[in-house]
């Protein structure tokens, strides 16, 4: 009997676990995003105040803790070495937590009072991938045609393009010679999804990659090329 009892303990814990970490899909992810985005800049929030770092600086460090993820090399600023080396082991500390209770915890202490943040996977764990997914299949909802040749999408490749005729003239990007193509082997598509919302949200999500994001030694926005 006892053994049978240990077994289904044993099973219904499996079974809450799988349920806690099975993967969030559709409108529901960006739902958590919000909870975790929020979780994330209220801890490196309260780190920042007892440390007396500028709120534009918190802001651009949480954000990129959210993006990249906590154990992210890439958030490294000099001047704030204390502030992200604390906020990294805070934000450790509250994902383990968040993981020994699978995920059953939904309020968590702040000096200013509590956060929520009930979500159904390990928090802090960076959303580069996804959101860069995401943002390149809203760039083609928002793009109002696109250029076809051969059967192969090359909108993202040319700087400008003109029919001519019966044939259509190519300027590809850092060139400045110009192809000509018959027009048998040209397609045009244009987008029937061409939504002002849709080019709100493209735009706004292209305004924080240029605000908040690192730069490389040659000066290019990481966030902007993961966006992109």
Do not use: W
């Amino acid at each position: 009997m006892s053994t049978t009892h240990n077994s289904c303990d044993t099973l219904n814990e499996t079974i809450t676990k799988t349920q806690i970490e099975r993967v969030v899909e559709g409108r529901k992810t960006f739902v958590s995003m919000v909870k975790e985005l929020n979780a994330c800049l209220s801890f490196c929030k309260d780190m920042g105040d007892s440390l007396q770092v500028p709120n534009d600086i918190i802001l651009k460090i949480g954000y990129r803790f959210f993006f990249f993820g906590s154990f992210s090399q890439l958030i490294n600023e000099d001047e704030y070495k204390i502030f992200i080396k604390e906020c990294r082991a805070k934000l450790k500390d509250e994902r383990k937590e968040h993981k020994e209770t699978f995920g059953g915890k939904k309020d968590f202490d702040l000096n200013s009072g509590k956060i929520d943040l009930h979500i159904k996977y390990a928090p802090f764990t960076g959303h580069e991938s996804r959101l860069a997914h995401y943002y390149r299949h809203l760039y083609t909802n928002v793009r109002r045609e696109a250029l076809y040749i051969d059967n192969k999408d090359i909108s993202d490749e040319i700087e400008s393009y003109s029919f001519e005729g019966n044939k259509c003239v190519v300027v590809y990007k850092n060139s400045v010679k110009a192809y000509s193509y018959p027009q048998h082997r040209i397609k045009m598509v244009r987008f029937a999804i061409q939504s002002k919302r849709a080019g709100n949200i493209f735009y706004y999500l292209k305004a924080i990659a240029e605000s908040v994001g690192l730069k490389t030694e040659e000066c290019n926005n990481i966030f902007a090329n993961s966006y992109g």
